[in-house]
């Protein structure tokens, strides 16, 4: 999920569509607080939640799905690490975020919690089914 939408161009994180990788659904849309809370149900007790809250529902957002081999891991290696002071240059966060609170990009960090996520963002319907043609080649 893309928050940056204020900050930067969405074609931005479009662009590092990893080869063994593809886009199954991209939402743009405006998250209500509701929804949000959902999302973030598991940081509902810290400190930086009604801000993470204001922030996420100031304004669009880009809501992605990603398939393909590895993909949780490779994208998360591409995101970089959640606090963007930890974050390598040349990853997402380490390019364009400045605090925790405002990371910009949420990635999924494990198969279970992409399937809530998908669940909780995306209708069954909106998500394609597809394989791209290399993907036979690449990943055996």
Same mark, same amino acid.
């Given at each position: 999920?893309?928050?940056?939408?204020?900050?930067?161009?969405?074609?931005?994180?479009?662009?590092?569509? %990893?080869?063994?990788?593809?886009?199954?659904?991209?939402?743009?849309?405006?998250?209500?607080?509701?929804?949000?809370?959902?999302?973030?149900?598991?940081?509902?007790?810290?400190? #930086?939640?009604?801000? %993470?809250?204001?922030?996420?529902?100031?304004?669009?957002?880009?809501?992605?799905?990603?398939?393909? #081999?590895?993909?949780?891991?490779?994208?998360?290696?591409? %995101?970089?690490?959640?606090?963007?002071?930890?974050?390598?240059?040349?990853?997402?966060?380490?390019?364009?975020?400045?605090?925790?609170?405002?990371?910009?990009?949420?990635?999924?960090?494990?198969?279970?919690?992409?399937?809530?996520?998908?669940?909780?963002? #995306?209708?069954?319907?909106?998500?394609?089914?597809?394989?791209?043609?290399?993907?036979?080649?690449?990943?055996?």
């Amino acid at each position: 999920m893309l928050s940056g939408v204020n900050i930067m161009d969405v074609d931005t994180i479009c662009q590092r569509e %990893l080869i063994c990788s593809c886009f199954v659904c991209l939402s743009s849309m405006q998250a209500d607080e509701d929804l949000l809370r959902q999302h973030y149900c598991d940081l509902k007790d810290l400190a #930086f939640f009604p801000g %993470l809250l204001s922030f996420m529902s100031s304004g669009p957002l880009v809501a992605m799905v990603w398939e393909g #081999f590895n993909v949780i891991k490779t994208g998360r290696v591409m %995101l970089g690490k959640t606090n963007p002071i930890d974050s390598n240059p040349g990853t997402i966060r380490g390019d364009f975020c400045v605090q925790v609170v405002r990371n910009i990009i949420h990635g999924s960090d494990s198969v279970e919690s992409a399937n809530t996520e998908i669940n909780l963002w #995306f209708n069954p319907e909106e998500i394609c089914d597809y394989t791209k043609c290399q993907d036979s080649w690449l990943n055996g």
